[in-house]
């Protein structure tokens, strides 16, 4: 279903989303803050290039970004064309080699909440010792519904901020940054939370 989505909403996508939010912004800091120049970053679910790439890009960085729609990728390598940009899943993308941050940015909740575990233990492996992982997550329990957005079905599931935490330290993980972007409404907004994870040693072992 997103994929379908994403690609039928790829321009008015770009056009909307060109910018990070203040509080995005501080977020993510905290991330380019903490690699070194010219760093790799993955961008989980990287989608245009913008903002997310664009942000890491100017500050001298390497991205990888990984995105299953093909129409929002050929904005991302119009964009950023010195970049790599794979179309696949984030849920079956395995990494071919060790990073500095990895991203997964209004993502994670397109994905069935069962399979957030296994990508959180292949990003611990993809990490070096002073990586960070940064993330965003519902901000509330819910089940998982299905909502539109420029007029397109889109699938969304999360575990609540306090669970996906448990995950992330069972994986390897400590939080050492953390942000509610957006409160939940009580009704068609969930809510939104940021996180930013560093990896503890030692490494578990990767999910296959």
Not at 178 to 206: E, F, I, Q, T, W
Request: proline content about 7%.
């Amino acid at each position: 279903m997103n994929r379908a989505s994403y690609d039928a909403i790829a321009e008015q996508w770009d056009l909307q989303r060109t910018r990070l939010s203040p509080l995005e912004a501080e977020v993510l800091e905290t991330v380019a803050g903490s690699v070194a120049a010219g760093s790799t970053i993955l961008d989980l679910g990287c989608g245009t290039g913008r903002p997310i790439a664009s942000f890491f890009a100017a500050a001298g960085h390497r991205i990888i970004g990984v995105d299953q729609s093909a129409g929002m990728l050929a904005f991302a390598k119009q964009r950023l064309p010195r970049q790599r940009w794979v179309l696949g899943s984030i849920e079956d993308f395995v990494p071919s080699e060790q990073v500095a941050a990895v991203i997964a940015w209004d993502s994670l909740f397109h994905i069935p909440r069962e399979r957030h575990a296994a990508i959180f233990q292949r990003t611990r492996a993809a990490l070096g010792a002073d990586g960070r992982f940064a993330l965003t997550v519902g901000g509330s329990e819910h089940p998982a519904f299905t909502d539109t957005m420029f007029g397109q079905p889109f699938f969304y599931d999360s575990f609540p901020p306090a669970q996906v935490v448990a995950m992330l330290e069972a994986a390897g993980f400590r939080v050492v940054h953390s942000l509610v972007l957006n409160h939940p409404d009580g009704a068609r907004d969930k809510g939104r939370v940021a996180l930013v994870a560093a990896p503890v040693s030692p490494k578990p072992n990767a999910a296959p």
